[in-house]
């Protein structure tokens, strides 16, 4: 083997106008002051400060977005559950039901089945809300326009995976709230739904991280969502606390449901039920976007903070990167 070094004396670096090819620097991405991640020892404030900025930089877009998404949608489904209910509860079945158990047992499942399948018919369009915020409210964060037209459109490309790794989260978290709901609430009675709402707490927590990491990450998401959460525990708690309390507050789809059948007693007259029943809907409705306008910022910060934990360089030039 030689033992000649070829690049013993190598060429001469020419001088002048020499200068690299373009492609030879990566591309620049937008910067600007950090509003978005809360970086490592800013703690609970700095959390805080970053929340409320989501909301107040894009709060015109995000009304818009979840009035669409979720103030829309949840309006016609109460109001497809409310008339349909009222006209159950005036019928002869709902007479049969105060004379026959098994009536009433199968008018309760009916009930039930009702506010499950809203559920599943407003997870779509709630997802598409939170991808299409989260567009606007990282764009806005580097200083770029973020039209609600190009955020809805955004969005409507992500749902499909997003609504299939949340199925799979929901499913997931029911079929352990219902073990844990078996085993403890048959041994100990009441007591035995201390652990289920426990479960359930912790476990929609998980699923609310769901979302983020299939926009950002794209990459186990599930297990993303699981470390998410874990690696930092009762800091997930304590940021996610009073959101989560409000959602579920939100989405107590029975109260509304049985609103709508204290209205047949109330109501002296047909156009007086119906009137009620326009009200308590367009109420609830209503609510759902406060509720999001709370959620999501919430979720958003929570989830950024936890990657700049395990990577400190991130920022949102990356995050912008990461959306696509």
């Given at each position: 083997?030689?033992?000649?070094?070829p690049y013993q004396n190598p060429a001469t670096?020419?001088?002048?106008?020499?200068?690299?090819?373009?492609?030879?620097?990566?591309?620049?991405?937008?910067?600007?002051?950090?509003?978005?991640?809360?970086?490592?020892?800013?703690?609970?404030?700095?959390?805080?400060?970053?929340?409320?900025?989501?909301?107040?930089?894009?709060?015109?877009?995000?009304?818009?977005i979840f009035a669409l998404t979720h103030a829309?949608?949840?309006?016609?489904?109460?109001?497809?559950?409310?008339?349909?209910?009222?006209?159950?509860?005036?019928?002869?079945?709902?007479?049969?039901?105060?004379?026959?158990?098994?009536?009433?047992?199968?008018?309760?499942?009916?009930?039930?089945?009702?506010?499950?399948?809203?559920?599943?018919?407003?997870?779509?369009?709630?997802?598409?809300?939170?991808?299409?915020?989260?567009?606007?409210?990282?764009?806005?964060?580097?200083?770029?326009?973020?039209?609600?037209?190009?955020?809805?459109?955004?969005?409507?490309?992500?749902?499909?995976?997003?609504?299939?790794?949340?199925?799979?989260?929901?499913?997931?978290?029911?079929?352990?709230?219902?073990?844990?709901?078996?085993?403890?609430?048959?041994?100990?009675?009441?007591?035995?739904?201390?652990?289920?709402?426990?479960?359930?707490?912790?476990?929609?927590?998980?699923?609310?991280?769901?979302?983020?990491?299939?926009?950002?990450?794209?990459?186990?998401?599930?297990?993303?969502?699981?470390?998410?959460?874990?690696?930092?525990?009762?800091?997930?708690?304590?940021?996610?606390?009073?959101?989560?309390?409000?959602?579920?507050?939100?989405?107590?789809?029975?109260?509304?449901?049985?609103?709508?059948?204290?209205?047949?007693?109330?109501?002296?007259?047909?156009?007086?039920?119906?009137?009620?029943?326009?009200?308590?809907?367009?109420?609830?409705?209503?609510?759902?976007?406060p509720v999001a306008l709370l959620l999501f910022?919430?979720?958003?910060?929570?989830?950024?903070?936890?990657?700049?934990?395990?990577?400190?360089?991130?920022?949102?030039?990356?995050?912008?990167?990461?959306?696509?």
């Amino acid at each position: 083997m030689s033992t000649i070094d070829p690049y013993q004396n190598p060429a001469t670096v020419p001088s002048g106008d020499f200068l690299p090819p373009d492609d030879a620097y990566p591309k620049e991405l937008p910067a600007g002051p950090e509003v978005v991640v809360n970086m490592p020892g800013e703690g609970l404030r700095g959390w805080a400060r970053k929340t409320i900025g989501v909301v107040r930089r894009g709060w015109g877009q995000q009304l818009a977005i979840f009035a669409l998404t979720h103030a829309l949608p949840s309006f016609l489904l109460y109001t497809a559950a409310v008339v349909g209910l009222l006209a159950l509860w005036t019928s002869e079945a709902a007479q049969a039901a105060l004379m026959d158990d098994q009536v009433a047992e199968t008018m309760g499942m009916l009930v039930n089945l009702v506010a499950l399948g809203m559920l599943a018919v407003a997870l779509p369009f709630r997802l598409l809300g939170y991808a299409a915020a989260s567009w606007s409210a990282v764009r806005q964060a580097a200083g770029l326009p973020a039209p609600v037209a190009r955020a809805m459109a955004y969005g409507l490309r992500r749902v499909p995976a997003m609504l299939a790794w949340s199925l799979v989260a929901y499913l997931v978290a029911a079929v352990v709230v219902v073990g844990v709901f078996f085993c403890f609430a048959s041994a100990f009675s009441f007591a035995g739904y201390v652990p289920t709402i426990i479960a359930l707490g912790y476990l929609m927590m998980i699923a609310g991280m769901v979302g983020p990491a299939v926009l950002f990450e794209r990459r186990k998401p599930l297990q993303r969502a699981f470390d998410t959460v874990n690696n930092a525990f009762w800091a997930s708690v304590v940021r996610l606390a009073v959101p989560g309390i409000a959602l579920f507050l939100a989405y107590r789809y029975n109260l509304v449901i049985d609103g709508a059948g204290a209205l047949v007693d109330l109501a002296d007259t047909p156009y007086e039920q119906v009137g009620f029943a326009a009200a308590a809907v367009l109420a609830s409705a209503a609510f759902e976007v406060p509720v999001a306008l709370l959620l999501f910022p919430s979720v958003l910060v929570t989830y950024v903070e936890r990657r700049a934990v395990e990577a400190p360089n991130l920022r949102t030039p990356h995050l912008l990167a990461e959306l696509g």
